[in-house]
């Protein structure tokens, strides 16, 4: 796969197409398997490490999905390129940050990652646009039974799939929704979110999930458990949860417009006006400020600018994608004026094609 490439696209998550995607972004289904023959990767050396990569990356060709998988040997990437899957959403950091033989299975749509030597021999992951867990299912159901049509998974009776941690044991299934809760957050009604779902036993991270922080408004809700639970359990239960999230973040939405609308209506302008003209931009505050806009464009507040278009931004706006971008090193000031340029060019387009 030619990473330079994937500059100038997005993946199929990002481009807002789903059901409920104006608040959510994207629908993501992860397994953890492991081979019966091999350690796990915590207890394996750099041979066995090989030796499961080369299984493995074998047993891809052979899987005859819908569209082909690119490989990419993340174990001979630079630190950059590495932080540019990472910002895709096409590897974990774990995956990015660890070490020996590694490589990962990438759709054409962006929308299936085959990590092999993450924290377990392989992870698979489905991404989808909006709520769509069960097209998420479908699809990583009939991958992992063919993955272990040719291979033997480290399965117990008792305990299910086994896992390098155990928290992961049984299903090794990880569902999460990413969700946009700007509204929320305006009103501090967040953290009464994040209240009940701790109480339900699932986990909010941030963007890039576990220990990540929270930008741009953008949450990811999960499961905590595996054990003792079916997928389908795990997936109904998420069903049952995000349908009630989405309600509250567009009643707040509303209410927001209806009490408030020519202030909301001055902080979204002033955010797409920061966009388009500064000379200067934080990651963070870019995040901030396309939350804003984001939220207009849903709102109707905000007409020349499409979905699609900020979703964009989020990720191309990263540090890594940013000077992939510029084919060059860039310290923290020199991506904060590149994003600033970045920016302007992107959204002075858009006006320019209107006019």
Known sequence: MDLESLTHTSGEWLRGTGPDSDIVISSRIRLARNLAEFPFPNRADDSVRSDVESLLRGKFDGLHLAKPLDYVNVGSLAQLDRQFLVERQLISREHADSHGSRGVGISREENVSLMINEEDHLRIQVLRSGFALDECWREIDRIDDAIESQVTYAFSEQLGYLTACPTNAGTGIRVSVMVHLPALVITKEIQKVFQALQKISLAVRGLYGEGSQAMGDFYQISNQVTLGQSEQQIITRLQEVVPNIIGYERRVRNTLVKNNRASLHDQIS????????????????????????????NLGLIDDLEIPTVNELFIHTQPAHLQKIRHEHLESAQRNTARASYLRQRLTHRENERN
């Not at 797409?272 to 464009?297: C, D, F, H, P, W």
Request: net charge positive; proline share 0%; no cysteine.
């Open 270 to 297: 002033r955010a797409y006006g920061i966009l388009k003209n500064a000379m200067t931009i934080t990651s963070q505050e870019t995040m901030q400020l396309l939350s804003s806009v984001r939220m207009g464009i």
